[in-house]
């Protein structure tokens, strides 16, 4: 029997009695008989995740690119950019780029996956040594301090 997946929103797990034997799994509809539905969601839930592995890695290779063209370390480790800063930062970079910019949640994973991370330093939260450079930091600050234009 032929595997048919077809594309959902809903994610969840269940079987049609009405219907054709159905399996909802991680955004996916697979349709197939009652004894290779396992099967089934275990070779999409592998796909899936090889997806997800591949989006972080093409994420991985977007943050290193950004760090390389709009961050600099500082050795002064008294100074450095906020995170909404270097996230700000980022979002203009994306812009620049004509990228869509990833979720804050992404960004942090990735940011830290290339050992960067926010610390106090002089009772402020930072990113320390680290300073902006490049046109992305241009347009982040004539965008976020309007009153300089």
């Known amino acids: 029997m032929a595997l048919l997946i077809e594309r959902r929103q809903e994610a969840r797990l269940g079987i049609d009695s009405k219907k054709d034997r159905v399996l909802f799994y991680t955004g996916f509809r697979i349709l197939g008989s009652p004894?290779?539905?396992?099967?089934q969601a275990a070779e999409a839930d592998r796909r899936q995740q090889d997806v997800e592995l591949e989006g972080a890695a093409m994420s991985q290779s977007r943050f290193r690119k950004f760090l390389a063209d709009c961050i600099e370390k500082d050795g002064d480790p008294s100074v450095g950019l906020t995170p909404d800063e270097l996230y700000g930062v980022y979002t203009s970079w994306c812009l620049i780029q004509?990228?869509?910019?990833?979720?804050?949640?992404?960004?942090?994973?990735?940011?830290?996956?290339?050992?960067?991370?926010p610390h106090q330093v002089n009772h402020r939260i930072v990113c320390p040594t680290l300073r902006m450079r490049g046109p992305a930091a241009a347009d982040y600050i004539l965008a976020s301090q309007p009153d300089l234009i």
């Open 98 to 117: 004509r990228l869509e910019p990833e979720s804050a949640k992404a960004f942090w994973a990735g940011m830290r996956a290339n050992g960067i991370g």
């Open 35 to 39: 004894n290779g539905w396992r099967a």
